[in-house]
């Protein structure tokens, strides 16, 4: 089937069919995203709440199939079949077809699961397939001739482990791990809820020692992202583990509205002019872990990339009081010109326009380069940036690294070559880039 596919925004995609009276449009949301052709079925995940023409109800986030050459002849006569709606839990990570069967990788309180759905009778039905419990399920390559399919399964402390399932018998063979990076003995993962400013449940991992002792004295590293739909899902991270969980440290992962860890919503909720919520609820996280004693203000450390280097250039001018380390890489910090520099105006549609009056004025109010006040003690923040970076461009920051030399502030920069948005090229880079971001967490956060 011959198709077009047209940008409209960011989230949106105009999409038309190739027949042979014309181009065909078929009634759908334009954030509706066609995801696979399955036994004739077109299947689509809406990214938004829609209702057919018939008046059927279909919730944000949710997989539906029809017909698609009856559809093509009759669009108006469109009427779909729901597969999957995600409750307040859920969220679906990855879709995939087999020979016999339509493959659904969710997330379900931001742990993995895998489903097998099989059609018969224009009725869909699905078993779980039996992989690793508070991980994360990736979909690899399927076979459209067989019902085999390959899955990856990670978390904190469990290495890439890839596995080949018969996605008709629900059959699973462990096939190759990674090797194992740093001594996981006597960690423990266990997922915790905070509650931001509006009520709102925000969930987080803590990986730590077991039974650590909660005397506010743990150095303490809060990660987050929150934008752009993108979910925060359990990994393992080798440098991590190495050269923080190793010795002591306790890393956090904060799972804030702006990704898509419980779907559509859960980004929605943040978007544009409503982004506030998004800092509120890491600054929510942060003081939960602050309340329960784990650590405190002195030992109480950040760090995020691209969008979640704007996050940490917020939580930087906004609450400076809660954090003795914050790292602000390859960020986004300007937000009043954003839209003018390299990838900028096409993330107009999760950040809002500088030049309408509403959002700009919001844009404004949030903006780390335009909220760095005098004569108040901000912690000293490591802003790292590549002179390559082709996505975010390196001015946002240079601008605030030179606004704090300016008023006299106290600040690292690292500003590498190469490396594009990574701000590293290759393993010694990477090396050089993993060994300044942790020397300055242990000498800000260690006693």
């Known amino acids: 089937m011959d198709t077009y596919r047209r940008g409209v925004s960011f989230f949106e995609t105009e999409m038309g069919f190739y027949t042979d009276k ?5 009634p759908l949301p334009l954030s509706a995203n066609f995801s696979e052709y399955f036994k004739g079925q077109a299947i689509y995940d809406l990214k938004s709440e829609w209702t057919s ?23 108006k006569a469109l009427e779909p079949t729901l597969i999957f709606a995600p409750d307040a839990s859920q969220s679906v990570a990855g879709l995939h077809t087999t020979k016999d069967h339509l493959i659904i990788a969710l997330t379900h309180n931001v742990t993995g699961e895998v489903r097998s759905y099989g059609l018969k009778d224009g009725v869909w039905t699905f078993q779980k397939l039996n992989l690793p419990e508070n991980s994360t399920l990736s979909l690899g390559s399927t ?11 990670t978390n904190f402390l469990l290495p890439a482990t890839l596995y080949r399932l ?42 730590a020692k077991k039974g650590v002792v909660r005397e506010g004295t743990t150095p303490t590293l809060l990660y987050a992202y929150g934008g752009f739909e993108l979910s925060s899902l359990p990994n393992y991270n080798g440098t991590l583990g190495k050269l923080w969980l190793e010795k002591g440290g306790a890393y956090v992962m904060a799972n804030i509205r702006g990704g898509g860890e419980f779907g559509p919503k859960w980004h929605e909720a943040g978007l544009k002019t409503k982004r506030q919520v998004i ?16 650590t405190s ?3 109480l450390g950040i760090m995020g990339r691209s969008n979640g280097g704007l996050l940490m250039g917020v939580q930087f001018t906004q609450r400076p009081d809660l954090w003795n380390a914050v790292i602000i890489e390859s960020p986004l910090l300007d937000m009043l010109r954003f839209n003018k520099l390299l990838s900028g105006a096409s993330w107009m549609g999760e950040y809002g326009n500088p030049s309408d009056a509403k959002e700009g004025a919001f844009l404004r109010s949030i903006s780390p380069y335009h909220n760095v006040k005098a004569g108040v003690a901000y912690p000293e923040p490591l802003i790292i940036t590549s002179t390559k970076d082709d ?57």
Do not use: C
Not at 55 to 74: E, N
Not at 143 to 153: G, L, Q, R
């Open 22 to 26: 014309g181009v065909v449009h078929l």
């Open 53 to 75: 023409a018939k008046g059927t109800h279909f919730a944000s986030g949710s997989i539906i199939s029809f017909d698609l050459k009856a559809a093509l002849k009759d669009p």
């Open 143 to 153: 076979d459209p001739k067989s019902d085999h399919i390959f899955v990856t399964a």
């Open 166 to 207: 018969d996605a008709g018998t629900g059959a699973v063979e462990l096939i190759k791990s990674s090797p194992t990076r740093f001594n996981a003995e006597g960690l423990d993962v266990t997922q915790h809820w905070a509650t931001s400013k509006d009520g709102t449940k925000i969930p987080y991992f803590l990986v």
């Open 279 to 294: 800092y509120d609820d890491f600054q929510a996280v942060a003081q939960d872990l602050i309340d329960t004693k784990l």
């Open 297 to 299: 203000q002195k030992h």
């Open 391 to 447: 996505r975010v461009h390196p001015g946002h920051a240079r601008k605030l690294a030179a606004l704090l030399e300016d008023m006299g502030l106290p600040f690292y920069y690292y500003e590498n070559i190469d490396g594009g948005h990574a701000a590293s090229a290759n393993l010694n880079e990477i090396a050089r880039h993993d060994a300044i971001e942790y020397t300055y967490l242990a000498r800000k956060l260690v006693d």
